[in-house]
């Protein structure tokens, strides 16, 4: 066993003592000595407790401070109980207790009770009642900045600022400091009623005390009150000042203003960080010294002695200053020496990247208005619910070498699509069915090119009430961004993505992805399948039903078209639902039986796939005669939709999809027994 392990185990068999020791002191009575150096042991244990928390850079540095309230106020609580025992029986409790109560207490049960009540007041109604009120406000804060905050990493996330890893360590910190706010909340209560209980206790162990030396040891009133008051307050005082020190951790943490600062540090300089301040009070209190009759010497002595300090902290300041004025220049000069060039960092190439001209840069700047990173973040959002991908990050950059209405969108830095919009303009586009016309500049909508018109903001409410579709420039842009993603989301999936979607089904289905990989599918491969996927627009959302038919059918073949094709067929409901409505009738065109066998007879297979070896000049009539028929269905206002077998279904798609990439191929076996289709056409050449 290592030294790491062993110290662990010390300090677990320690707490575990420490708290064994508390319960065992309700039940057996314990010797004067014992429990003197358990009393000295608890106010230690409440000095360190008091000034960790005063020099925690982070309240997270003192997360289980709610527990530690716990243990420590039922081991004092065991601590009174054995000194109440102590006392009631052999009129003795320690060399602590007493002198607690001759010294502190001078000795005296009207003095002792003053200090002990005045403690108890500043604890209760001081102490505890303001850091009770702190300690909820604080959580209540909390958690109503939680979803801000979250919505600033998603930019910070999203603009690059940080990494995946920053940004799950800020949202854990933020779940860490509600969780710890929240707790506190209600820890406060164990200070509060510590401090009750101590004065409750202290009440019965001073009558209980002078009715056990008077009617059991045969003392008279006078002695008894003599003997039993001054154990009683030095229990008292002596399980107080720990309490007290406990109270004032409490107040330390709930209160600190900086939760990443040195907390003496920052409290010193900013009581006596300012010059002119310390002038001012210098010459008040001196003034105060020689113009009235309070002590001249010591508020002169006292006055002269801020100004000085004064005086000192102005020339710290402005050495400062000097020196940062004169080291900066040489400094930045010497860091550019030293820093070696970092190329590495240009290799780098971001998946998305949306890039554009400074007249739109108001769109992207939150502090103009701008919500364009706010819908970055709902596109990744609506697509994760979409497809059942993980979108990378969305690179968002001004580039003054484009025109300023102008941006474009980059696949893996190659530039994939642009656009063009008016800034304080809308764009109206119309259904179909407005026959009405409206004046502006003619253009087309970037992501589908339909025509359009550019209005002004005054023309907004009249187009809209022709029925004209009228949308703002964000808008466009996220649409036109969600329709590239779309179409791209399949090369972006990487092998890390999937080894993320496994590591997340593996938590509630480990025989599942045991069975699977590695034993029969690499990572790869899985990868292959889910493109193939995405790439028909198929959502990868219920990777359980993927992974049982993968690991169907993975046995008998390692083809990941032909297990693509598998896993369709298992995921019809799905499919059915994104293109047909139940109790509707669907128009889908056919595939000619001859054309179907013509394509599985010019399959060859390679170890690397398959492909087909149709003569081009047969495959030129296909594609034309696919085309009548998607032309067809067009002008109806219907989609494209081309029914064929499962066996030809791929093949045929893969033929199709460089010149009809809106093309939708479906197999019969793809399709819900309750869907009614109609076919309207054949596909025949």
């Known amino acids: 066993m290592d030294k790491k392990k062993i110290i662990n185990r010390v300090y677990d068999y320690g707490l575990a003592l420490y708290i064994v020791a508390a319960i065992v002191m309700l039940i057996i009575p314990l010797k004067d000595w014992i429990l003197d150096i358990l009393l000295a042991f608890d106010m230690s244990l409440s000095f360190v407790i008091m000034f960790t928390a005063m020099f925690a850079t982070d309240v997270l540095e003192m997360s289980f401070f709610p527990t530690i309230l716990l243990f420590t106020t039922i081991f004092r609580i065991a601590l009174n109980v054995s000194s109440t025992r102590l006392i009631l029986t052999e009129g003795s409790a320690g060399e602590v207790i007493t002198v607690f109560g001759t010294f502190v207490g001078g000795g ?24 009770e009120r702190v300690a909820e406000v604080s959580a209540r804060f909390t958690l109503d900045a939680m979803p801000g905050k979250q919505m600033a990493i998603d930019a910070d996330l999203n603009t690059g600022a940080i990494t995946d890893a920053e940004a799950k360590a800020r949202r854990d910190k933020i779940q860490e400091e509600a969780s710890f706010f929240g707790a506190m909340d209600g820890a406060t209560k164990y200070v509060k009623g510590d ?18 030396g008077v009617l059991r040891k045969g003392m008279d009133v006078n002695t008894a009150i003599n003997t039993y008051s001054i154990l009683t307050m030095g229990d008292g005082l002596v399980s107080s000042i720990p309490s007290l020190m406990i109270s004032m951790s409490t107040g330390i943490l709930v209160t600190k203003g900086s939760k990443e600062a040195d907390f003496g540090h920052l409290l010193i300089k900013q009581l006596f960080g300012m010059p002119k301040t310390l002038y001012l009070v210098g010459g008040v209190v001196a003034g105060l010294g020689i113009l009235s009759p309070l002590p001249t010497v010591l508020y002169v002595t006292f006055g002269a002695a801020f ?5 000192i902290t102005s020339q710290t300041i402005e050495e400062v200053s000097t020196e940062a004025e004169v080291a900066a220049p040489e400094e930045q000069q010497a860091e550019e020496i030293r820093q070696p060039e970092n190329v590495t960092s240009l290799l780098q190439v971001d998946p998305i990247e949306l890039e554009f001209g400074y007249g739109i840069i108001p769109l992207a700047d939150v502090n103009q208005g701008g919500d364009l990173l706010d819908r970055v973040v709902m596109i990744r959002r609506q697509v994760a619910l979409e497809l059942g991908t993980v979108v990378p990050i969305i690179r968002l950059r001004d580039n003054i070498q484009l025109n300023p209405n102008q941006y474009i969108i980059k696949i893996k830095g190659i530039q994939v699509s642009d656009g063009e919009i008016l800034f304080d303009h809308y764009m109206a586009m119309n259904p179909g069915h407005v026959e009405d016309e409206i004046t502006g500049i003619p253009t087309f909508e970037p992501s589908f090119h339909l025509p359009a018109i550019w209005i002004t903001e ?21 649409t036109h961004l969600t329709e590239i993603i779309r179409e791209h989301i399949s090369e972006l999936m990487t092998r890390q993505d999937v080894q993320n979607l496994v590591d997340n089904l593996k938590e509630n289905h480990p025989a599942l992805v045991d069975e699977l990989v590695p034993k029969l599918m690499s990572l790869g491969e899985i990868e292959k399948v889910l493109q193939n996927l995405l790439k028909e627009g198929v959502s990868i959302r219920d990777l359980v039903t993927i992974f049982e038919t993968l690991a169907d059918f993975a046995p008998s073949t390692r083809d990941p078209d032909i297990l693509t094709e598998y896993v369709r067929q298992s995921l019809k409901r799905a499919i059915s639902s994104k293109y047909f409505m139940p109790g509707e009738t669907t128009s889908v065109v056919t595939l000619d039986p001859k054309i179907e066998q013509e394509i599985m007879s010019s399959v060859k297979q390679t170890e690397t796939g398959a492909y087909l070896t149709l003569d081009p000049a047969r495959t030129k009539a296909i594609l034309n005669a696919v085309g009548e028929q998607v032309r067809k269905l067009e002008d109806a206002g219907r989609l494209a939709i081309i029914m064929a077998s499962p066996i030809v279904r791929m093949y045929f798609k893969k033929m199709t999809e460089d010149y009809y990439k809106d093309l939708i191929v479906i197999s019969y076996n793809e399709v819900e027994p309750n869907i009614e289709l109609q076919s309207v056409g054949m596909v025949t050449a």
Do not use: C, F, H, W
Not at 198 to 212: C, P, Q, R, S
């Open 108 to 131: 005296d049960l009207i003095v002792g009770a003053i200090v002990y009540v005045i403690l108890i007041i500043v604890q209760l109604m001081v102490i505890n009642k303001g850091s």
């Open 195 to 212: 401090a009750t209980a101590g004065l409750i206790i202290t009440a019965t162990n001073l009558i209980g005390g002078i009715a056990m």
């Open 307 to 311: 100004i000085l300090m004064g005086r």
């Open 458 to 478: 005054s023309q907004r409410e009249r187009a809209e009430s022709l029925g004209y579709t009228v949308v703002d420039p964000p808008s466009i842009i996220a």
